[in-house]
Nanobody, 116 residues
Framework: QEQFVESGGGLVQPGGSLKLSCAAS???????MGWYRRATGKQRVFVAT???????NYADSVKGRFTISRDNDANTVYLVMNSLKPEDTGVYYC???????????WGQGTQVTVSE
């Protein structure tokens, strides 16, 4: 059973930066990987995806501020978040995708809080 372990979250002021990591227990080299966010009381939403060849897609709300990347040798996906806003607050999760559908079990996520 594949597992994802997210880390790197924390409390940051508006305008600050964080780098999240997602370590997968199996090879990700041929997979599309994605980051998602769940704010309190809301559904989990798409943030960014990266395909095996490196192309990426972003939610409109994070374009120009967030960057997704991957290290296939380490089976790890990253999310660099700059110019953070309070609305970026939530628990961030990663997962493997088949097409546009997430196919893995969700991990515990990592909490990001953007506040003064």
């Amino acid at each position: 059973q594949e597992q994802f372990v997210e880390s790197g979250g924390g409390l940051v002021q508006p305008g600050g930066s964080l780098k999240l990591s997602c370590a997968a227990s199996t090879s990700i080299s041929s997979a599309t990987m994605g980051w998602y966010r769940r704010a309190t009381g809301k559904q989990r939403v798409f943030v960014a995806t990266i395909r095996s060849e490196g192309s990426s897609n972003y939610a409109d709300s994070v374009k120009g501020r967030f960057t997704i990347s991957r290290d296939n040798d380490a089976n790890t996906v990253y999310l660099v978040m700059n110019s953070l806003k309070p609305e970026d607050t939530g628990v961030y999760y990663c997962n493997r995708l088949y097409g546009t559908v997430t196919v893995g079990d969700w991990g515990q996520g990592t909490q990001v809080t953007v506040s003064e």
